[in-house]
């Protein structure tokens, strides 16, 4: 998944994110497993527990293809800047969790896809560091790119694919699906030539409600769908295609479409016995309101109810994988849930079904700066989640 946004903290009792009466087991369709991609941003780490994001991910190492830490920005001028950390490089290492680096543009710029020899540079010093680190491979992620960057992007990716291709590495890139309700230029990705010059292209398909629209659901199952569809009907290959998943929500306050985000392990210690009770649509889709100082929030947002049945989607058009953005944001739950469906756990999951269920008087939440996957800094627009690595220019 791009297009960051606000994230906000949140005190309050834990409970189970989606549970309520009943449980249900859901079987795994499809054969074989999918493969996982986990994407993790360091500079949210102020946010969450570091203490226990790696953990979680070593807990479900076995399930993780591979992670995708936000570790390079391409600048204006095609030079690339290098964010890499060593601890994790070697935390990666001793847990057997291949790195395939995410790179985004700085600022959300396009300027470098718009000049032969900035294209030239950043492809020279990509590749370069590839070979050096010896990574698995690269996950490229431009976004709030203006229509004149079409070519230039899909030549970048044709050159880069080429030296990429020879090192016997990976390569994919990231695309936000069209028919979102963010202001994003879809059109810049070209599907079909993406498709050749990457061995994945990772559809971002959450965010179809996000801080700048109506409250709404994140990635309601009808909308994944059509967007699923849509790429593989305009060329994407099955074999090709990693479907994203969201592990977080917004809370909208009333009378505005600016919303902060909530990483589903902070909801998920929203919920409680108390005033605010979640429902769900027909898709599993959680929401739930509740009030602060007279004012009326409204909270959507994804769990491990809610990604079962776009798993089974995606194991049923038989594409390749998944890719979860963000680590750290999701829970205990939630692997287990995910695990289940795609194939890289038990071969049912058990997961709470309840359309009901309840949350205390909560107070009103903090609002901090999400970090955005563009530049790497703040921002909104959806994709990767909260998503989407939106605009900012963070240093």
């Known amino acids: 998944m791009k297009t960051k946004l606000l994230v906000a903290t949140l005190a309050m009792l834990a409970l189970v994110a ?41 807990q479900n190492k076995s399930a993780i293809s591979a992670l995708a830490p936000l570790w390079y920005k391409v600048m204006p001028d095609g030079s690339v800047r290098d964010l890499s950390v060593n601890g994790l490089k070697s935390w990666a290492k001793s847990h057997g969790i291949a790195l395939m680096p995410l790179v985004v543009n700085y600022g959300g710029t396009g300027q470098f896809l718009l000049s032969a020899s900035a294209r030239s540079t950043a492809v020279s010093q990509l590749a370069s560091i590839l070979k050096r680190e010896n990574y698995a491979g690269l ?37 936000i699906p069209s028919g979102t309700t963010r202001k994003a230029n879809t059109g810049v990705y070209n599907y079909p030539a993406l498709a050749k010059a990457s061995n994945e292209i990772v559809l971002m398909t959450y965010d179809d409600h996000d801080s700048g629209s109506a409250p709404g659901p994140i990635a309601p199952l009808a909308w994944v769908t059509q967007r699923v569809n849509e790429a593989l009907r305009i060329g994407v290959p099955p074999q090709k295609l990693i479907v994203g998943l969201a592990d977080y929500g917004y809370d909208w306050p009333a009378g505005s479409t600016k919303a902060a985000t909530l990483p589903l392990s902070t909801i998920e210690q929203w919920i409680t016995s108390g ?84 949350a205390s008087a909560i107070p009103k939440p903090s609002s901090a700066a999400r970090p955005g996957r563009v530049g790497g800094s703040s921002t909104a627009s959806g994709s990767k989640a909260g998503s989407s690595k939106a605009s900012s220019s963070a240093a």
């Open 275 to 358: 005033k605010a009770r979640i429902s769900r649509l027909a898709d599993g889709s959680p929401h739930f309101t509740y009030s602060v100082n007279g004012v009326v929030h409204t909270v959507w947002y994804e769990d491990g109810v809610a990604i079962v049945p776009i798993v089974q989607l995606a194991r049923s058009k038989d594409v390749e994988g998944l890719a979860l953005w963000l680590g750290g944001y999701e829970t205990t739950n939630y692997w287990k849930a995910l695990r289940g469906a795609a194939g890289t756990g038990p071969s049912t999951t058990t997961i709470r079904a309840g359309s009901k269920s309840s």
């Open 139 to 175: 996950n490229i992620d431009f976004e709030l790119l203006k229509p004149d960057a079409r070519d230039g992007l899909t030549l970048l990716m044709q050159s880069l694919y080429t030296q990429v291709h020879a090192m016997g590495k990976q390569l994919s890139v990231d695309v």
């Open 18 to 58: 989606g549970c309520g009466v009943g449980s249900r087991t859901m079987p795994n369709p499809g054969s074989g497993p999918l493969k996982i991609l986990v994407f993790y941003d360091q500079s949210a780490e102020p946010t969450t527990n570091t203490a226990q994001i790696l953990p979680l991910l070593a």
